[in-house]
């Protein structure tokens, strides 16, 4: 066995790495949040046509609508509203997370994510334009999220484990996005308070639940676990001297260093499939092709398995 899969063997049988794990079902239900919407506004928009032939021979057409007549560029806002609000509080996100440290920031981010989640059907019941106003918040809330992973993840492992920890944490997008679609598809499908409400209020409940686990089972110090071993404590100790001072942001530096330009344009690119398929999918699926609730939420979650299997892949062969 090489160094690298002994040092890994090691990894899994340590308490550290469900901090990762920990973190990785946080992200995993914060997509379920944002996502559980563009299968849901299907059933809450929904338009089916039916024929009816008169006596005299004539037809005639009968629309039922769901709940909203909204029109597709209203569609559009409501989908779309979330990520202003993400990515406008992206660099604020990363100073808050350097400021109360990555535990507090995704406690949080986690518990005002789910309560803004949970609000989000008497929302769309009062006003369009005020749910998309709630779904702004929503993603200000949510943006420092991954900041305040990064911060903590950093702190709880060695410097070679740091793509595992970061994989296993971020991989939790695609698990959530891949839940959340055929679950929210099946809830939208039942009688009980109209099918749809019921995927918000299911995640927002789970996102409050896992909020407290966090906030009483994670320290921002290692060194301050009860539950980590003393031998990995002393693995970290080296790594784990609380937070330290912040230097001044060299944003000259930043601004014209252009590999920071080439990994923007990657990440955009990544981000622009990725929430075309999330937002746009189940739309197309149901419009298009006439895919009915239930299925439209599996087969929305398709790509995202593949993309799960793909990045953990990935991550061991960095190990190996």
């Not at 009688?191 to 909020?211: D, E, Q, R, T």
Request: one cysteine or more.
């Amino acid at each position: 066995m090489s160094k690298n899969a002994y040092s890994f063997y090691n990894l899994l049988q340590s308490k550290r790495i469900w901090v990762a794990i920990m973190n990785s079902l946080g992200i995993a239900l914060l997509y379920g949040m944002r996502a559980c919407l563009s299968v849901a506004i299907v059933k809450m928009t929904d338009k089916v046509s039916t024929n009816n032939i008169t006596e005299c021979g004539h037809q005639s057409t009968t629309n039922h609508s769901g709940e909203f007549d909204w029109n597709e560029t209203l569609q559009s806002s409501v989908l779309s509203a979330f990520y202003y609000g993400y990515a406008f509080c992206q660099i604020p996100g990363g100073i808050l997370a350097d400021r109360i440290g990555g535990k507090n920031t995704i406690f949080i981010t986690a518990l005002g994510s789910s309560i803004f989640c949970i609000i989000t059907p008497a929302s769309a019941y009062i006003n369009v334009y005020f749910l998309i106003f709630v779904r702004v918040l929503e993603g200000c809330i949510e943006a420092p999220f991954l900041q305040g992973t990064s911060v903590i993840l950093n702190k709880w492992c060695l410097d070679f484990e740091k793509t595992t920890f970061l994989s296993i944490g971020l991989s939790g997008a695609y698990l959530g996005t891949v839940f959340s679609q055929p679950v929210t598809g099946y809830l939208s499908s039942l009688k009980l308070n109209g099918g749809w409400p019921l995927s918000f209020y299911v995640f927002g409940a789970l996102g409050i639940l896992w909020s407290f686990i966090w906030i009483f089972l994670v320290t921002e110090d290692p060194q301050c676990n009860n539950f980590l071993s003393d031998n990995e404590k002393e693995l970290l100790k080296t790594k784990c001297v609380g937070i330290k001072t912040l230097k001044p942001t060299p944003w000259l530096k930043l601004l014209t260093h252009l590999p920071l330009y080439a990994g923007c344009a990657g990440v955009v690119g990544l981000s622009l499939n990725f929430y075309i398929v999330l937002n746009m999918l189940p739309t197309y699926l149901s419009q298009a092709l006439g895919v009915e609730i239930t299925s439209n939420g599996f087969f929305n979650a398709l790509p995202f398995v593949m993309m799960y299997i793909g990045i953990n892949f990935l991550a061991l062969l960095v190990i190996f």
